[in-house]
């Protein structure tokens, strides 16, 4: 099972960012997904959810209503687009993979883990 995130960079507050993450077929065809994130010194926050079906989505409300994260399954890729990016948004984020196909806020509810992928964003 393996998760490799990607599309991470060096960008400007107010800019966007498309983040992916390649899924092995095993993990991607009943689990829901996960985007989390963690700063220097901050715990790791959860970002956005999707079930497996890809009909069901949550957000965390620092990114609500900049976010969107989608999948497809037949590709067993997972993505986040961010919009209006602030300097708040600088963390590595990782995809992960719940335990059960309805995603979860909580990171011990996901057992799989992607390698992470830098964001910074300048002021």
């Known amino acids: 099972v393996q998760l490799q995130a990607c599309g991470g960079g060096l960008v400007q507050a107010g800019d966007s960012l498309r983040l992916s993450c390649a899924a092995s077929k095993r993990l991607f065809s009943n689990n829901g997904m996960g985007w989390f994130r963690q700063a220097p010194g901050e715990e790791r926050e959860f970002v956005a959810g999707?079930?497996?079906?890809?009909?069901?989505?949550y957000y965390a409300d620092s990114v609500k209503a900049r976010a969107t994260i989608s999948r497809d399954n037949p590709k067993n890729m997972l993505y986040l687009q961010i919009n209006t990016l602030k300097p708040e948004d600088t963390a590595v984020y990782y995809c992960?993979?719940?335990?059960?196909?309805?995603?979860?806020?909580?990171?011990?509810?996901?057992?799989?883990w992607g390698q992470g992928t830098q964001v910074t964003v300048s002021s």
């Open positions: 999707i079930s497996w079906r890809g009909d069901r989505t």
């Open positions: 992960a993979g719940a335990r059960s196909p309805i995603p979860s806020r909580q990171a011990s509810d996901h057992n799989y």
